[in-house]
Structures are given as C-alpha cells and as structure tokens.
C-alpha cells in the first residue's frame, strides 16, 4: 500500500504527502516533505549521526530495535530536507510512525533514483 503520494520531483529532490498524517493534519501543507536520495558518502554520515543518538556506543552494541530507531533518525534527519510548520528534526518529532515513513520514503527514494541513473547511463559505462 502507497503511503505517501508524490508531489513533486526536482533532480534528486522529491515533495510528498505523508498518509498517516492526514487525520490529525487536514490541511495538505502540513503532511507535506521535501526529501532526498541518500548516496554512499551520506551513508558514513548517517552511521556517525546514529551513533550519536545513543550516545556515542557503537551500534552493534545495541538492542536491534535501539540500533533500526537510531539508524532511522539518522537517515530521517539526513534525507529530510524541508518539512512542515511543526516539523523541526527527527529526534524531536512526536509520532514515531513519521519518522519511520520518512525513512522507508527516503530509502525507497534513493532506490528508484539510483535505479534510474543506471538507466540513464550509456551502455558502454554501465556497471555490468
């Protein structure tokens, strides 16, 4: 099931509308993210980010449920480029569901435009 529509595309850049969101925000513009795709060197980032938000312990260290919340905040807080009014980061946001959307939007984002790029590629440079 689509969780989220889409609104718009600018490059590597997406605008959608999150669904959980639509009871308790009725008005659009508050459902609506601006997000991005993720590439490899955000990937050291996002693993430097989650390690923060538990402290600095390495998160093979943590629980699995600890380790997928702190990775999700991370990639959440990363990916998220504009979000609204209320909207002020992943670690202070109330409903655990947005940030666990955000973060299967983005990865499935990232998948879709990467996928993409390798479409676009001329055969004669294309990985095989």
Do not use: H
Not at 16 to 37: G, Q
Not at 58 to 63: E, G, H, Q, R, W
Not at 93 to 104: K, P
């Amino acid at each position: 099931m689509e969780t989220a529509s889409v609104v718009g595309e600018k490059s590597k850049e997406k605008v959608v509308e999150l669904e959980c969101l639509k009871e308790r925000y009725p008005n659009k513009t508050d459902r609506e993210f601006t997000i991005r795709a993720l590439f490899n060197a955000d990937e050291n980032i996002v693993e430097m980010s989650a390690m923060n938000y538990v402290g600095g312990v390495p998160l093979t260290n943590m629980s699995p449920m600890t380790q997928t919340r702190a990775l999700a905040m991370a990639t959440t807080q990363l990916g998220v480029l504009k979000g609204p009014e209320w909207w002020t980061s992943a670690s202070d946001c109330e409903i655990s569901d947005v940030v666990f959307e955000l973060n299967d939007l983005i990865s499935d984002w990232t998948s879709a435009f990467q996928d993409n790029l390798k479409k676009k590629q001329p055969a004669s440079t294309a990985k095989k």
